[in-house]
């Protein structure tokens, strides 16, 4: 059984940074990717980034690449999403998620077992 717990998020103007934390619970957390979605109002859950257990592959949607950043750190059981540059359509509200996925990178919701509360994040223009 693994708990997420996210923080970070805030109101932030166009352009600025944020950094996401997804702290988690459970001795096994290193050996679960960890993803990032977000989904805001009237839209569905969309994927932003992932890592894999090992922190050896990254993946970044299309919307994240070149702006927004995950890592690990299992010694302290927790992901960040580091967010550059962001812009109005990053509003939403962001998930982070644990998936029991051993073999390359889960990208889709249901490839995730776990699911934490979410964190609001919105970019004024």
């Known amino acids: 059984q693994v708990q997420l717990v996210e923080s970070g998020g805030g109101l932030v103007q166009a352009g600025g940074s944020l950094r996401l934390s997804c702290a988690a619970s459970?001795?096994?957390?290193?050996?679960?990717?960890v993803g990032w979605f977000r989904q805001a109002p009237g839209k569905e859950r969309e994927f932003v980034a992932a890592?894999?257990?090992?922190?050896?592959?990254?993946y970044h949607a299309d919307s994240a690449k070149g702006r927004f950043t995950i890592s690990r750190e299992n010694a302290k059981n927790t992901v960040y999403l580091q967010m550059n540059g962001l812009k109005p359509e990053d509003t939403a509200v962001y998930y982070c998620?644990?998936?029991?996925?051993?073999?390359?990178?889960?990208?889709?919701?249901?490839?995730?077992?776990?699911w934490g509360q979410g964190t609001q994040v919105t970019v004024s223009s």
């Open positions: 998620a644990a998936s029991g996925l051993r073999r390359g990178i889960p990208l889709m919701r249901h490839e995730y077992n776990y």
């Open positions: 459970g001795r096994t957390f290193s050996s679960y990717a």
């Open positions: 890592i894999s257990w090992s922190s050896g592959s990254t």
